[in-house]
């Protein structure tokens, strides 16, 4: 009974994403939200949920909203860099991976997602906890100088505090 009530509740949750995504409440909307969200809904609940409950523990939404300045701020930032840097011809793509083994594998596919939204950063692969990164930069840059802005930036904000 509880794994019912739990995937209605899922079931409403992607409803009520679909029509802010959407934004329109005309009846070929209506019928599409219901039915590829009653499809997400048995599909993907199994992802997303197990015997013990959600497998995702969440980020606090404060967190959230600072995330997501921080992250249009980097875009912008990174735009900006990423143009001059483009011009300048020392710069040549590197690839290196960096280890985020403190995070679950949502949070992982976050920083992963967050690296290839900002210009100039590409997230090739996830394996596990780690992200194999592409980046325009120095061929002289060292590994720890490419994964300190991610980490200053999209690893801090993720991490949990701890006690």
Do not use: C
Not at 131 to 140: F, K
């Amino acid at each position: 009974m509880k794994n019912i009530i739990s995937r209605v509740k899922f079931f409403f949750v992607m409803l009520a994403l679909w029509f802010l995504l959407n934004w329109s409440f005309d009846w070929t909307t209506l019928w599409f939200g219901l039915i590829i969200s009653f499809f997400v809904s048995i599909f993907a609940f199994e992802v997303l949920h197990d015997d013990k409950g959600f497998r995702f523990k969440g980020i606090k939404f404060h967190r959230l909203i600072i995330y997501l300045i921080v992250l249009f701020f980097e875009i912008f930032k990174a735009a900006i860099l990423f143009s001059i840097n483009l011009f300048k011809p020392q710069y040549v793509p590197r690839v290196f991976k960096m280890d985020l083994k403190a995070f679950d594998p949502i949070k992982v596919a976050i920083v992963a997602n967050s690296i290839t939204l900002t210009p100039g950063t590409i997230s090739i692969d996830i394996v596990g906890h780690y992200i194999y990164v592409m980046v325009l930069a120095d061929p002289n840059t060292s590994v720890e100088e490419l994964e300190k802005p991610i980490r200053q930036t999209f690893e801090r904000l993720l991490k949990e505090k701890t006690t």
